[in-house]
């Protein structure tokens, strides 16, 4: 196991903003615009380590934005930073086959799940009706939650972890199946009717959104249901480079041999492991290769 250190900078950015930042040097060889600063000790060992030649400049916030989680400026105001657009085109289709609908009003009763139309990284997700339009949803009983990223053609899909509030602590991710949602699916015991139907709304899913982007996500969950377990229809699209093709990027980059990955973020410091950065840091990001290799 390895993990890598990244500060947490108190009272300027939010902790995946600073995530995010340190991340950079591993995938990207342009220059980074950012409001960090990185101490010397992490450049020398980007250096030393990877041969990685960190080159930033310190710039307003929005032009880190603009440089690195977006693919292109268009996507900074994409019409996917509100989930209406995606759940709309679900509804149409008729894919929804739970209890789901846009609301300015508490159902007055338990069992659903409401959403804020705006939010990031799992951020605007109650049980408890917020008093302004929100999408509202039976709630289901979650198995695992996975992802789907498309950019020019290619499709990867992996697992991903979240914790009870729907926020991201990782991912998972197998080089058998990251190309082959039918495999990835039947690995996890979905029934080939419900694997079927999923492939054709992933299809048509993926079409609407590719049209108006270029490089995104769309999240996903399996559950269980009294018939077996299904899959939700789409639960949004991340229109930007998300957390799970970050460490993707890494994989491929600086683990070429492992066949099996999880990345997973703590704010605990591992007993064991090889640490991949000296940094006396609160905010570890574990790799743990499940090949062997």
């Avoid at 995938?27 to 960090?36: K, L, S, V």
């Amino acid at each position: 196991m390895y993990y890598l250190d990244f500060y947490e900078p108190f009272g300027s950015n939010t902790r995946w903003n600073s995530l995010f930042d340190y991340l950079y040097f591993f995938i990207e060889d342009e220059p980074f615009y950012t409001t960090n600063s990185f101490p010397d000790e992490y450049i020398e060992y980007l250096d030393q380590e990877f041969d990685i030649k960190a080159s930033f400049r310190k710039m307003r916030p929005f032009h880190q934005f603009k440089n690195y989680i977006y693919f292109n400026d268009q996507q900074a105001n994409s019409i996917f930073h509100s989930k209406e657009p995606f759940f709309s085109f679900l509804i149409n289709e008729g894919f929804y086959e739970h209890e789901a609908c846009i609301t300015e009003n508490n159902l007055e009763k338990s069992g659903y799940i409401y959403k804020m139309l705006t939010g990031f990284s799992g951020r605007g997700i109650f049980e408890n009706y917020m008093k302004e339009t929100m999408i509202a949803e039976k709630k289901l009983d979650r198995v695992i939650d996975f992802s789907i990223f498309f950019k020019d053609g290619e499709l990867i899909i992996y697992e991903n972890k979240v914790d009870k509030t729907f926020h991201y602590k990782g991912s998972v991710f197998d080089l058998e199946t990251i190309h082959n949602p039918e495999l990835f699916l039947k690995k996890r015991n979905v029934s080939e009717y419900i694997i079927k139907n999923f492939l054709i709304v992933l299809q048509t899913s993926l079409s609407f959104v590719n049209s108006k982007s270029n490089g995104f996500s769309i999240d996903y969950f399996i559950y269980r249901s009294d018939s077996g377990l299904r899959i939700h229809p789409g639960c949004e699209v991340n229109d930007r480079k998300t957390m799970g093709y970050l460490f993707y990027k890494i994989l491929l980059k600086n683990f070429p041999k492992s066949k099996k990955a999880k990345f997973s973020l703590d704010k605990e410091i591992p007993e064991e492991g090889v640490r991949l950065s000296p940094l006396s840091a609160t905010f570890p990001v574990y790799y743990l290769d499940l090949s062997g290799n």
